[in-house]
């Protein structure tokens, strides 16, 4: 009941999440599309670097962005938040369709994960032909 609230409700045949006029998801993937935007001679990328070490030092006219914990960095002023992040079973499943859907959500409380993704269906232009198809189930 509590995560209901969250989930659209459709009195049409409507596939997408969302109803914004144009939506869509990066043909190669968003992984190559933040590549490009970051290979850019104007952006430098730090990896395994700590934020606050570098807010110290990195000069103001330059912008920083802060990846990690929300709770962490604001110093755990409401203390440790209780989720954490998601974790995703990989599977390949051994059947051309496996839920004829992109996302479908699971409230039972007897079911350990929150949704399974079928990647397949975000790009339905791309024909399968293998005869399997991918899926992940989502864990909170």
């Keep these: 009941a509590s995560i209901i609230t969250r989930l659209p409700f459709r009195h049409t045949y409507e596939c997408d999440y969302f109803t914004d006029r144009y939506q869509g998801i ?3 993937g968003y992984t190559k599309l933040f590549e490009r935007m970051l290979d850019h ?3 430098e990328t730090q990896l395994n670097a700590d ?4 807010k110290r030092v990195v000069p103001e006219d330059c912008t920083i962005y802060y990846t990690g914990p929300v709770d962490r960095y604001f110093d755990y002023c409401h203390g440790e938040l209780t989720w954490r992040s998601l974790r995703f079973d ?4 051994d059947v051309h369709d ?3 859907t992109s996302v479908m959500n699971y409230a039972a409380i007897d079911v350990p994960y929150t949704r399974i993704h079928e990647y397949r269906h975000l790009h339905p232009e791309r024909e399968n032909t293998s005869g399997k198809t991918f899926t992940a189930r989502e864990f909170s």
């Design 98 to 100: 496996y839920q004829g």
């Design 90 to 93: 990989y599977r390949v499943e």
């Design 41 to 43: 001679e104007l952006i």
């Design 26 to 28: 990066p043909w190669d």
């Design 51 to 54: 934020f606050f070490d570098l």
